[in-house]
């Protein structure tokens, strides 16, 4: 099972100084494109056992400060991150060829950014977000489907409460990889690396061999 990408290439002479600014420009090229989800990606963590663990979720916002995506507090996910806040991020477009690898260091958004994402989302997400005892094992899908009416007549008659553990979490990028498929798999990839290892307001940028 083999194909051979050519729709594009990338040179690092080319690419913009700020790797977010570079993501930006990727990311709004998947859109434009119609792609399916593209701002779902990959987030790998590392337990307390040095066990690796990834999972597919759904990034909501980003600007300079980071990427951020939303989960229970109480998740699996989430009790590795509190044990170890390095991440590996990974967004995959392959309609055109391309992915972005990411990895930093995550921190909680603060409560009122979890809350101000969370009156925009329709109402059933906001119910889902006190139905699902995330990552815990349940004995049917009758437990939620009874939660969530419970849920439905508990908040009827008013606006859905941000849960307490529910919320964001920020991923502080200090490297990234651009990785544009190439024919022949002579891909192209360019990394971003801070140029002070403690500061990333500037980076250096170099050439990987695929």
């Given at each position: 099972?083999?194909?051979?990408?050519?729709?594009?290439a990338?040179?690092?002479?080319?690419?913009?100084?700020?790797?977010?600014?570079?993501?930006?420009?990727?990311?709004?090229?998947s859109?434009?494109?119609?792609?399916?989800?593209?701002?779902?990606?990959?987030?790998?963590?590392?337990?307390?056992?040095?066990?690796?663990?990834?999972?597919?979720?759904?990034?909501?916002?980003?600007?300079?400060?980071?990427?951020?995506f939303?989960?229970?507090?109480?998740?699996?996910?989430?009790?590795q991150?509190?044990?170890?806040?390095?991440?590996?991020?990974?967004?995959?477009?392959?309609?055109?060829?391309?992915?972005?690898?990411?990895?930093?260091?995550?921190?909680?958004i603060?409560?009122?950014?979890?809350?101000?994402?969370?009156?925009?989302?329709?109402?059933?997400?906001?119910?889902g977000?006190?139905?699902?005892?995330?990552?815990?094992?349940?004995?049917?899908?009758?437990?939620?489907?009874?939660?969530?009416?419970?849920?439905?007549?508990?908040?009827?008659?008013?606006?859905?409460?941000l849960?307490?553990?529910?919320?964001?979490?920020?991923?502080?990028p200090?490297?990234?990889?651009?990785?544009?498929?190439?024919?022949?798999?002579?891909?192209?990839?360019?990394?971003?690396?801070?140029?002070?290892?403690?500061?990333?307001?500037?980076?250096?940028?170099?050439?990987?061999a695929?």
């Amino acid at each position: 099972m083999r194909r051979d990408y050519s729709q594009r290439a990338l040179d690092e002479s080319a690419v913009d100084t700020n790797p977010m600014k570079q993501f930006e420009r990727w990311f709004e090229e998947s859109v434009s494109n119609d792609l399916l989800e593209p701002n779902a990606f990959t987030v790998s963590t590392v337990s307390a056992e040095n066990k690796p663990y990834s999972r597919v979720v759904l990034m909501k916002s980003y600007d300079e400060n980071g990427i951020v995506f939303f989960t229970n507090y109480e998740s699996s996910k989430a009790k590795q991150l509190a044990e170890n806040p390095n991440v590996a991020l990974n967004f995959l477009w392959l309609e055109m060829e391309r992915q972005v690898r990411i990895e930093g260091v995550v921190e909680r958004i603060s409560k009122l950014e979890s809350l101000n994402y969370f009156v925009s989302r329709p109402q059933g997400s906001q119910l889902g977000a006190w139905v699902s005892p995330q990552s815990s094992i349940i004995s049917s899908r009758a437990i939620l489907e009874e939660k969530w009416e419970q849920m439905k007549r508990k908040f009827k008659d008013g606006k859905i409460p941000l849960p307490d553990n529910w919320g964001g979490y920020r991923v502080k990028p200090n490297y990234f990889e651009f990785w544009q498929g190439r024919s022949s798999r002579l891909h192209d990839r360019v990394i971003y690396r801070p140029n002070d290892h403690n500061e990333t307001s500037s980076w250096e940028i170099k050439r990987l061999a695929p």
